[in-house]
């Protein structure tokens, strides 16, 4: 099975720490093999569905196992970082110009004046930038996700 060349992300909760979970560099072979065995393990409530009575309790607990053993085989075996959960590519790319722009600056002797000077704190002022605009960003998306569950009463998921 072959990655796309675009990561694909997902955010993990664990120890009050969010994690970024790398699909696109994970063997996806491993992981199939792995999760096969891990949901092989789980029983399945056959008999909620011959039962008169409320299951749900039951296929909450099924489904809790699901979760669980795709969990435990991905968080060993996936690739994941602890960035920012707001950092993303245009961010890589901006540190690797400033840190070069930066290097460039000191191997000339760190002028205060001229034009890789002026080329350094632009950058490295864009770079603040696009920081403190990509966490806002991120903030204020997930505070639109929680007025929305707010204002549709949806306490389970607020």
Not at 18 to 24: A, E, F, H, R, S
Not at 67 to 85: E, F
Not at 139 to 148: I, P
Request: proline fraction near 4%.
């Amino acid at each position: 099975m072959e990655a796309n060349s675009v990561p694909i992300v997902s955010n993990v909760q664990q120890h009050r720490r969010t994690y970024q979970i790398c699909w696109d560099k994970a063997d996806f072979v491993l992981y199939y093999s792995l999760t096969g065995e891990a949901l092989q393990r789980i029983e399945i409530p056959k008999y909620v569905l011959f039962q008169s009575g409320n299951g749900e309790a039951h296929i909450e607990l099924y489904y809790n196992n699901i979760v669980q053993a795709l969990c435990s085989v991905s968080m060993p075996r996936i690739p994941h970082s602890a960035l920012k959960p707001f950092w993303n590519a245009q961010l890589d790319q901006l540190t690797s110009q400033s840190i070069g722009t930066h290097e460039l600056w000191k191997s000339l002797g760190k002028p205060r004046s001229g034009s890789i000077n002026d080329a350094r704190l632009r950058i490295k002022c864009e770079y603040k930038c696009a920081i403190t605009r990509a966490a806002v960003e991120f903030e204020n998306s997930h505070m639109d996700e929680t007025a929305e569950y707010f204002a549709h009463k949806d306490l389970h998921n607020f």
